[in-house]
């Protein structure tokens, strides 16, 4: 299987002639999706004239994309937990292993007994034949890390627009006059987007509302900032559309023609004070009424959403604030305007798009619709069940209780989910724990069986990026010792736990993209050829010329011409702050990526941002006798890190950040346990922590 790779050979040490080779392949970071390959010159990453990056741009992730790749600690070889200690293996008796512990859990427990943690950071294929696996084997405990990151924006967006994904293209929102960029900092988290398509149009006269409880690299380049407090977004936006509604800046036309539920909507925010509200949010009134003003009288404006709005307990809510304003002033359905999710790994909008998901089977089709799961089992030969299975973060409090055995493919909870010290617990408490990684990571710590996958730079195969383009991989090096390819791996234990062979039986990545295209009506115009060395975007329908850049033009996506306007309540912080603590929120750096498992093995990353420090403003420093530098201890009833403080006004009063990016300081020791009613997705934006300084 694969494109130019070799059948996997015995070799145990890693191989110094990896056979580096530039073909083109696409970034394994975030989701702009950037064509990168190997240079021979640099030996590092270089860009090639991508779909995406047609210039060939990169951020310094992309350019060190390959240092990871064959870095020592590199996972050669299976290995699988004898007499409590992880021993060399196999693949024989890795898979034999496999087969027994987690089959046995199957025919004792039933298949809802397993987990399935699929992966954002992989590709189509892979997650496509991985949720295949889960389901022929009877479950929908199937979920990718989608559910911690844009999970409450899909949910959101899926009930009104009818698509979870964003509504424009990065190449027409340059025609976007104003951008108002809530949650997000896609200056570090999607620079070349960022660098590439909005800074030019804010250099032409865009303007920028930045809402955001700090001042980051985004904050430079926008005219307005609204440092609201971590998890007081809907009082904010409830009040932007007061502002609007009390000035006449609605859209009259486009309230007639295409939205709902008007006037419910309206008498809701007739009650709302604008003022107050700014105060309970703690932004200036005054700049609250002018970033109203500037959104709703621009001609196109856009709004992009990250995660400081959907990792709330009220995430979906948040997102639908969101919504609402663009709805009021008829910034949808139109070039340069939407709401637009900027997504996070290279793949977590295809892992979705696949099936990768509880409830839904590939394409978004409810796993409740018996059409769609008999079309389904058309091509399977099995029907996937009817009864959506546990999230994510679900199926971890369920492990040692109703889930006894569980397979992580290419994630590391241990360091992302939240409540890490629970996390372990739970990990620890599996019958069986089969992880696929590159690496032996805090998670592979408690693996039984850990088997070496493939990196991106070994793989082939499509990921779907942040504007909804799916992009080919191709392989630029050899696999390292006796790795094997991830697809090649799930394949083989999906063949043996489901006993049906020829269900797995793929000669390689296109052949799965061609199933993909039959049972997912989204990709079904799509093909492997066609993309090339282009892209080609989704929703792209059987016999489309092409895929659909603007969605929601004429109807909305739920197939009806109007969406509803949705009357939001303020819903307080699940941690209620007690006297004289503080609120934390988390985040990322430019530098580092998600867990670190990758970044921190970057010698290059590591040189530009070393160590992790708590963000924190000089007004809550000064009355805790913190200075710039001191080592301060983070605590919680949930456990406690230490780190150095970085005292700054650039974070707001009241609020502190830290990145996760490190195993130490665990930052997730400190998240709660709350969740999104309905889209489950964890609080990691506000928690409740007092700050002192350690020898204090
Ligand atoms: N360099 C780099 N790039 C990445 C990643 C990475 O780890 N490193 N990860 C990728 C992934 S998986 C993702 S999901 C994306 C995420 O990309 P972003 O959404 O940009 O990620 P974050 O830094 O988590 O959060 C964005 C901003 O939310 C702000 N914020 C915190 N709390 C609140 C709040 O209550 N309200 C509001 N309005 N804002 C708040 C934070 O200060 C932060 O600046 O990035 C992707 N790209
Ligand atoms: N406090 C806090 N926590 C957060 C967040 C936050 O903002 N704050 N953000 C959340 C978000 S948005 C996300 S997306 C999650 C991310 O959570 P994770 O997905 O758990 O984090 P990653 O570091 O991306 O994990 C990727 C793992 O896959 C492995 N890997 C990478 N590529 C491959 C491959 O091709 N094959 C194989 N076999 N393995 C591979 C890497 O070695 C690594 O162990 O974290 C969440 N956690
Ligand atoms: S912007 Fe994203 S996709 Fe592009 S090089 Fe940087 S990390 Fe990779
Ligand atoms: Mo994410």
Redesign the pocket.
């Known amino acids: 299987m694969g494109e130019t790779n070799q059948p996997s050979h015995t070799v145990i040490t890693m191989s110094t002639d990896r056979n580096f080779r530039a073909q083109k392949s696409v970034c394994?970071f975030c989701g702009v999706g950037c064509g990168v390959e190997y240079s021979e010159k640099s030996g590092k990453g270089t860009g090639w004239e991508g779909p995406v990056n047609t210039k060939g741009e990169m951020c310094p992730k992309g350019a060190a994309a390959f240092d990871?790749v064959d870095h020592e600690d590199r996972l050669t070889r299976p290995m699988v937990r004898e007499d409590g200690e992880l021993v060399p293996a196999s693949w024989e008796e890795a898979f034999e292993r496999i087969e027994e512990d987690l089959g046995s859990i199957v025919e004792e427990h039933g298949a809802d007994a397993l987990g399935f943690f699929a992966?954002?950071?992989?590709t189509n294929e892979e997650n496509y034949v991985y949720q295949k696996l889960a389901r022929m084997l009877g479950t929908n405990n199937v979920d990718n890390?989608?559910r911690?990151?844009?999970a409450s924006t899909v949910a959101a967006m899926s009930e009104r627009f009818g698509a979870g994904a964003m509504t424009n293209t990065l190449d027409d929102l340059t025609e976007a006059d104003v951008y108002l960029v809530a949650g997000a900092n896609p200056a570090e988290q999607h620079p070349v987007a960022f660098r590439s398509y909005f800074l030019p149009a804010i250099r032409d006269g865009g303007e920028m509302i930045h809402v955001d409880p700090r001042e980051n690299s985004t904050t430079d380049a926008a005219g307005i900032h609204l440092p609201v407090k971590p998890g007081y977004d809907i009082p904010l936006f409830n009040a932007m559309a007061a502002a609007i509604l009390e000035e006449g800046l609605e859209d009259e036309a486009f309230l007639e023609e295409r939205v709902s539920n008007v006037d419910e909507f309206k008498a809701h925010i007739e009650r709302i004070d604008v003022e107050e509200n700014a105060k309970l949010a703690g932004v200036d009134p005054d700049e609250l009424r002018e970033a109203a003003r500037t959104y709703a009288e621009a001609d196109r404006a856009a709004i992009f959403t990250g995660?400081g709005m959907s990792?709330h307990h009220c995430g979906t809510d948040n997102v639908h604030s969101l919504l609402n304003l663009s709805l009021l002033t008829g910034n949808v359905g139109r070039r340069g305007t939407g709401v637009n999710p900027l997504r996070?790994?290279n793949n977590?909008q295809g892992a979705g798009d696949v099936g990768a998901l509880p409830n839904i089977l590939p394409g978004y089709e409810p796993v409740e619709d018996e059409a769609a799961r008999e079309r389904v089992a058309e091509v399977w030969g099995v029907e996937p069940p009817a009864t959506p299975g546990l999230t994510e973060v679900e199926l971890t409090h369920e492990f040692g209780d109703s889930v006894k055995g569980a397979f992580v493919?290419?994630?590391?909870?241990a360091?992302?989910?939240?409540h890490s010290g629970r996390v372990e617990e739970e990990l620890q408490s599996l019958d069986c724990l089969v992880v696929?990684?590159?690496?032996e990571?805090e998670?592979?710590k408690h693996a039984d069986v850990l088997?070496p996958?493939?990196?991106?730079a070994e793989?082939s195969g499509t990921v779907t990026n942040t504007d909804r383009q799916a992009i080919r991989m191709r392989p630029n090096a050899d696999l390292p010792g006796d790795a094997r390819l991830?697809l090649e791996i799930i394949s083989e234990i999906g063949a043996r736990l489901t006993g049906r062979p020829e269900a797995f039986d793929y000669d390689g990545p296109e052949e799965v993209f061609d199933e993909i295209t039959d049972v997912s009506p989204i990709y079904a115009g799509m093909s492997y050829d066609g993309i090339g060395e282009s892209s080609q975007r989704w929703p792209f329908p059987e016999g489309a010329d092409s895929g659909t850049e603007v969605l929601h033009r004429e109807e909305f996506a739920t197939g009806e011409k109007t969406a509803p306007l949705v009357p939001l309540e303020h819903v307080p912080p699940a941690d209620e702050l007690e006297e004289d603590e503080l609120a934390l929120t988390?985040?990322?750096v430019l530098q580092h990526?998600?867990?670190?498992?990758?970044s921190r093995r970057s010698e290059t990353l590591m040189r530009m941002r070393g160590e992790d420090v708590l963000q924190i403003h000089p007004d809550d420093a000064e009355p805790r006798g913190i200075e710039d530098g001191d080592l301060v201890r983070v605590e919680n009833e949930r456990g406690e890190v230490e780190v150095e403080a970085a005292v700054t006004p650039a974070v707001r009063e009241g609020a502190v950040f830290?990145t996760?990016h490190y195993a130490d300081p665990l930052?997730?020791t400190l998240?709660g346990d709350a969740l999104d009613p309905v889209a489950k997705i964890?609080e990691?934006?506000h928690s409740g922590v007092s700050v002192e300084p350690v020898d204090g």
């Open positions: 394994p990871f992966s954002s950071n992989a890390c989608a911690l990151c844009h995660m990792q996070g790994q977590v493919f290419a994630e590391n909870p360091v992302t989910e939240p696929l990684d590159l690496f990571t998670t592979a088997l996958g493939s990196s991106w793989k991830d988390t985040g990322r990526f998600n867990s670190g498992a990758l830290l996760f930052t997730n998240t964890p990691y934006k």
